[in-house]
T-cell receptor, first 112, second 114 residues
Framework: KQEVTQIPAALSVPEGENLVLNCSFT??????LQWFRQDPGKGLTSLLLIQSSQREQTSGRLNASLDKSSGRSTLYIAASQPGDSATYLC???????????WGAGTKLIIKP | DAGVTQSPTHLIKTRGQQVTLRCSPKSGHDTVSWYQQALGQGPQFIFQYYEEEERQRGNFPDRFSGHQFPNYSSELNVNALLLGDSALYLC?????????????FGPGTRLTVT
């Protein structure tokens, strides 16, 4: 059974710092991995999707990497801003399976 | 493009009652998935609908049922509500057939059971 873990559960850093969020999964037979952002009480916004054949994806100040063999993904946020404060979740899709399997998220607070 | 829309935004129900939540997928998408997100947790997959049929189901009891209409919109029905059903219910849509694609989420419906 696939399990997705995100560490740390919460993170508070000063504005301007570069930071890394971690996501690990127990079964490497994934189809893809997505990083999402969730603002309090709101739905989910997809940030980056990495196919299993890819190593990384970039969008603006965000960079996500994937190492299938070790069951790990990282989300790198450069030059953090207060507007980046949110909960970040990662989710995987398995081969021949349609559901997203989620971590519990990392709550990020960027202090001005 | 309106994206994925859900209604209602918030809902308060009493234990034992029944509730229906609605979702309209993003234009061009024919697949709808439903997720339950309890406070402080990641979402849990309820089921997915494609071509008006339930294609896959997560570990939820039969009190949770759904429907997809010919225009690809979908409903989630929950019978005999329990306090533990209080959660944010998220709908996601995706295009195409076969292998899973990137899912786009609606804003969710916040259900409170008292």
């Amino acid at each position: 059974k696939q399990e997705v873990t995100q560490i740390p559960a919460a993170l508070s850093v000063p504005e301007g710092e570069n930071l890394v969020l971690n996501c690990s999964f127990t079964d490497s037979a994934i189809y893809n991995l997505q990083w999402f952002r969730q603002d309090p009480g709101k739905g989910l916004t997809s940030l980056l999707l990495i196919q299993s054949s890819q190593r990384e994806q970039t969008s603006g100040r965000l960079n996500a990497s994937l190492d299938k063999s070790s069951g790990r993904s990282t989300l790198y946020i450069a030059a953090s801003q207060p507007g980046d404060s949110a909960t970040y979740l990662c989710a995987v899709t398995m081969d021949s399976n349609y559901q997203l399997i989620w971590g519990a998220g990392t709550k990020l607070i960027i202090k001005p | 493009d309106a994206g994925v829309t859900q209604s209602p935004t918030h809902l308060i129900k009493t234990r034992g009652q029944q509730v229906t939540l609605r979702c309209s997928p993003k234009s061009g998408h024919d697949t709808v998935s439903w997720y339950q997100q309890a406070l402080g947790q990641g979402p849990q997959f309820i089921f997915q609908y494609y071509e008006e049929e339930e294609r896959q189901r997560g570990n939820f009891p039969d009190r949770f049922s759904g429907h997809q209409f010919p225009n690809y919109s979908s409903e989630l029905n929950v019978n005999a509500l329990l306090l533990g059903d209080s959660a944010l219910y998220l709908c996601a849509s995706s295009p195409g057939t076969g292998a899973p694609y990137e899912q786009y989420f609606g804003p969710g419906t916040r259900l409170t059971v008292t």
